[in-house]
């Protein structure tokens, strides 16, 4: 055989060899961008786990602000409903203590009317004596 048969055996085959090689940097270069989108995912991924957690704590937060608003309105509540009990207690008394004041009023205005009544009775009688 001459060198002439061998070369394009060689020159076939290197050209195979070239094939394959463009072939495998292309597969590779396949995966490098498959690689690259995969982390870019990845990252969205990250970044929306993240935003998710914020706004679950923000979310915690507001809860435990509407708890705490929700407690002190029930204390408030609670200390209103105590307050109008002894505002009601001492409305009572005030009404008691006015009709207290009034029947000793009304004793006082009845004895002077019996005063006046015995002064009018003694005085008809010196009337009626000197008469």
Do not use: C, W, Y
């Not at 940097?25 to 982390?39: H, I, M, N, S, Y």
């Not at 608003?69 to 109008?84: G, L, W």
């Not at 002894?86 to 009845?110: C, F, G, I, P, W």
């Amino acid at each position: 055989m001459s060198s002439d048969q061998k070369q394009p055996k060689r020159d076939g085959h290197a050209e195979q060899h070239r094939d394959v090689a463009e072939s495998a940097r292309d597969e590779a270069e396949r995966f490098r961008r498959l690689a690259e989108e995969a982390r870019e995912v990845r990252d969205q991924h990250r970044e929306a786990i993240e935003t998710v957690r914020q706004e679950r704590e923000r979310l915690r937060e507001a809860s435990e602000a509407a708890r705490a608003a929700s407690e002190a309105a029930r204390t408030a509540s609670e200390d209103a409903r105590v307050a109008a009990d002894e505002a009601r207690h001492a409305a009572m008394e005030a009404v008691s203590a006015t009709a207290d004041s009034l029947a000793a009023t009304l004793e006082q205005m009845k004895a002077m009317e019996e005063m006046r009544q015995t002064l009018r009775d003694i005085t008809d009688l010196n009337s009626r004596r000197s008469n």
